[in-house]
């Protein structure tokens, strides 16, 4: 066991942001029992923030593992690192600097497709874009927040009798900023491209996109106002001190299981019960509501460059593994093929890491079965902190992505369609 030398203090929650200066990100790998004993260890007495994986649970031999250790405690972890012998690298040498230089700048004028919005501004945008294209858009709150905020949904699609549907949501992580930027530059993409665009035009025509501009409303706003590395839900939690839930370990899929954890400060935290958070009910509830239609789920989430399908929470094989390889074979090589950026896919499980209560497993065991999950950029130098300078090509990219695994849908809807007429 290593003696650690260090204790970290508990700060009161101030009233203003929380700042990061000196705060570094490390990439290490464990080569060892004893490295990754360490790890779990500094986890602990550092308080670490995990990045990938998500939890000291997860930190695996030969792995690579990225964390935050904040700014009093970050060079007693590099020595510990150091002495260690662990391959190491510091991806981000003070995570405060990183925050101020992720803006282009602090001027905020309105709405922007290139620049990362705050929550008001996004709800406000999405009344807007749905009243100017009413023909294509449409707009409805389908939950509220632990807080008491809307969470709201577009469906974007020409209207139509029985149509197919791909439900995309954003925002699931607060931390994860470029998400809900994607689901934005989705719909934009979808209005200025449809009778243009001969592709979209067909799946606008033929499918229906519901799309989830920010689902944890709650602790984005946090991410805004009080701690831009916020991670989970905002609801209070019974008989503990700490906040918030995990909202991607809250689904019932072999729920609080491996890569989750009843303990309620860990960051996977997976609820008091499965669909504790009213957020993550009220996207359930809609997949059950619309289960006949949605043939479709994307999760849409950073960072690492994978796409990743079913399952999470275990290493056997999805009854569609085969297709599902497919498909993201096909999503990735349409992906790179813009800017070159290289992709991981792969079941989530044996790509990334095991993890229970996820919602692509959910939506996957109750039926929908092109069920994805998307890590975009990057893979850790920016890390959470993804510049807005990288908005516009990772969202071009990602709607190449996007299209192709809708195409494959609509393909397969329209050849049900022809067999049932038979």
Request: aromatic share 12%.
């Amino acid at each position: 066991m290593w003696a650690l030398l260090f204790l970290v203090s508990v700060t009161a929650v101030a009233a203003e942001p929380r700042s990061f200066h000196g705060a570094k990100v490390f990439r290490v790998t464990p080569q060892s029992p004893e490295h990754v004993e360490l790890i779990r260890s500094l986890a602990i007495s550092a308080q670490l923030d995990f990045w990938v994986p998500d939890s000291a649970a997860s930190v695996e031999h030969g792995k690579r593992t990225d964390f935050r250790a904040d700014g009093q405690v970050s060079y007693d972890v590099q020595a510990f690192i150091e002495q260690s012998g662990m391959p190491y690298e510091i991806m981000i040498d003070d995570v405060q600097v990183a925050l101020e230089n992720q803006q282009n700048s602090n001027i905020r004028t309105g709405h922007s497709y290139d620049k990362y919005n705050d929550l008001d501004t996004i709800n406000a945008w999405s009344a807007n874009i749905a009243a100017q294209n009413s023909g294509l858009v449409s707009r409805s709150q389908f939950g509220i927040s632990y807080e008491g905020r809307p969470i709201y949904l577009l469906k974007v699609g020409r209207p139509g009798v029985d149509k197919k549907a791909v439900l995309i949501d954003c925002g699931f992580h607060a931390r994860e900023w470029i998400t809900p930027a994607f689901c934005q530059w989705f719909v934009k993409e979808a209005v200025n491209s449809y009778g243009s665009d001969a592709q979209f035009t067909d799946l606008l025509n033929n499918l229906d996109f519901y799309i989830i501009p920010v689902l944890n409303v709650d602790g984005y706003v946090y991410t805004w106002t009080n701690d831009r590395m916020w991670r989970k839900t905002r609801s209070a939690t019974k008989n503990s001190k700490c906040f918030g839930t995990d909202p991607n370990r809250n689904f019932n899929a072999a729920w609080c299981t491996g890569g989750s954890t009843s303990n309620a400060c860990a960051e996977t935290y997976c609820g008091s019960t499965p669909e504790s958070e009213s957020e993550t009910k009220a996207l359930a509830d809609f997949i059950r509501n619309n289960i006949s239609s949605i043939k479709s789920y994307l999760s849409i989430h950073s960072y690492s460059q994978m796409l990743l399908f079913p399952y999470s929470y275990t290493n056997a094989k999805a009854k569609d593994n085969a297709e599902l390889y497919a498909v993201s074979e096909g999503a990735v090589k349409q992906l790179e093929s813009l800017y070159g950026t290289i992709y991981t896919y792969g079941p989530s499980a044996s790509t990334i890491y095991i993890a229970a209560g996820c919602s692509d497993d959910w939506a996957y065991d109750v039926g929908v079965k092109y069920s994805f999950t998307f890590e975009l950029r990057d893979t850790g130098k920016y890390g959470f902190i993804l510049p807005e300078s990288e908005i516009k090509e990772t969202c071009e990219e990602t709607m190449l992505a996007v299209k192709y695994i809708a195409n494959h849908v609509m393909i397969n809807a329209k050849k049900k369609k022809k067999k049932k007429k038979k």
